[in-house]
């Protein structure tokens, strides 16, 4: 299905700019990763405080990908007694597009899960902030070592030309949670378990950075600028990517039991707009 972009949310490095500045990163000392984050703290958040609690936000990520190009992270939220997130930002601080992706829950949610397959530049800190209805933001930091691939500018994995033919694609799959940890967290609570819903989708998440390896040109910039799922027909969250999300990446996001229809919406940087419902019986 096609349609119309919509607005985009801002970004620290917008793609209209952002190939000015891919070299300039490339020239940047490994050293000084550590201190690009004081910079994006400022730009992102002020001087609002940061607190720090794993109970609260947390990060799972290897500690060296075993592909750059694509690599899992999950993001673990469980708000204080009382307390809902409202959103989170995921940060790879030395990734070209350093804000990789922000999501946007259309109700606060007292817990929530966010995994997505990303593409790692180089050796980076990662940081997630959290943001609770009340304005509080939490943040989790952990460290991710690479190969060197420079996976940004790495060929594609497939022709670009082929993949153009199956973007858009999508498939839902919705499944039990299998993180034991979750599950004992909200047996404690009292809550039921939630479900985990993947959306597979079909894009070449071309940054911009890559060369066609026929023609030696570089590829345009495309990517998934939004996606939207709507459970039971109402909106439930926005995700907003960037050229951190692998080709054909995947996005998982926990969804409460009870759920019995899904419905995900992509829209890319060239304005095709996608989408796909599934009605889900078993659950």
């Not at 922000?102 to 593409?119: C, I, V």
């Not at 026929?214 to 909106?235: F, K, Q, W």
């Not at 969250?237 to 996001?253: A, C, D, F, K, R």
């Amino acid at each position: 299905m096609s349609g119309s972009a919509k607005q985009p949310m801002k970004s620290l490095i917008r793609p209209a700019a952002a190939a000015l500045v891919l070299a300039a990163l490339y020239s940047v000392p490994a050293a000084s990763a550590e201190a690009s984050w004081p910079g994006l703290r400022s730009e992102l958040f002020g001087d609002r405080f940061l607190a720090v609690s794993d109970d609260v936000i947390s990060i799972d990520a290897p500690y060296r990908t075993g592909n750059d190009a694509r690599t899992d992270l999950v993001v673990r939220l469980a708000a204080p007694e009382g307390h809902a997130f409202k959103g989170l930002h995921l940060i790879l601080d030395e990734n070209p597009m350093p804000v990789s992706a922000e999501l946007s829950f259309a109700q606060p949610l007292a817990t929530f899960e966010f995994a997505a397959t990303m593409r790692f530049n180089g050796a980076t800190p990662v940081h997630v902030v959290g943001e609770l209805e009340n304005g509080q933001l939490f943040v989790a930091e952990t460290f991710v070592k690479t190969s060197g691939q420079g996976a940004c500018a790495a060929p594609p994995g497939t022709d670009p030309e082929k993949a153009l033919a199956t973007l858009g694609q999508m498939e839902l799959v919705l499944r039990p949670r299998e993180d034991a940890a979750s599950l004992v967290r909200n047996l404690r609570a009292g809550r039921p378990n939630d479900l985990a819903l993947d959306v597979k989708m079909s894009h070449p998440s071309h940054s911009g950075m890559q060369r066609d390896q026929i023609s030696l040109l570089y590829i345009p910039m495309r990517y998934v600028e939004t996606l939207d799922i709507d459970l039971n027909g109402a909106p439930f969250v926005t995700m907003t990517g960037s050229i951190s999300l692998s080709e054909n990446p995947q996005v998982t996001v926990t969804v409460p039991t009870g759920t019995k229809r899904v419905r995900a919406q992509l829209t890319d940087t060239d304005g095709t707009t996608s989408e796909v419902e599934r009605v889900l019986a078993d659950y």
